[in-house]
């Protein structure tokens, strides 16, 4: 007779482009460099949209600062969703461009410019049945 064997809950990222480390301070977000032409992305890669080669590319650590490269003020969103929220473009240091929220600051447009600098953070965000835990990232005025 199989036994049923249990799986401890683990520790998560809720996408494929954020590294967990041992501690939320530790945790990073990884990406690929064009080996022809040195371009960075956020997450693999199979095609560089800079010089057209199809690599090969290297995973590499991207950085965890930035600056905001544009945003925008969502005011109506799913039901599940807090509105409103900024929703921005960062310019990491070093290369790579990220889709993420700015939080920590009031959502209003005086509150933001464009090229300020901002810096990630991670959290856990939501859990599911089996009781893993997921771990997102943000961003927020450095
Ligand atoms: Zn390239």
Redesign the pocket.
């Known amino acids: 007779m199989a036994e049923a064997t249990a799986v401890a809950p683990e520790l998560r990222p809720l996408v494929p482009h954020l590294t967990l480390g041992a501690t939320r301070e530790e945790d990073y977000l990884n990406g690929s460099v064009?080996k022809?032409?040195g371009?960075k992305y956020v997450g693999p890669r199979l095609f560089?949209a800079?010089?057209s080669?199809p690599g090969p590319f290297d995973t590499v650590k991207l950085a965890s600062t930035g600056e905001l490269h544009v945003f925008t003020i969502i005011h109506q969103a799913t039901p599940y969703v807090k509105a409103p929220y900024i929703a921005a473009i960062v310019d990491l240091d070093g290369g790579g461009s990220i889709n993420t929220n700015i939080v920590g600051i009031e959502p209003k447009p005086e509150n933001l410019q464009f090229g300020m600098r901002v810096k990630m953070f991670t959290e856990k965000v939501s859990e599911d049945n089996e009781g893993n835990s997921y771990v997102a990232y943000r961003f927020t005025p450095a």
């Open positions: 064009c022809n032409c371009t560089c800079k010089c080669s």
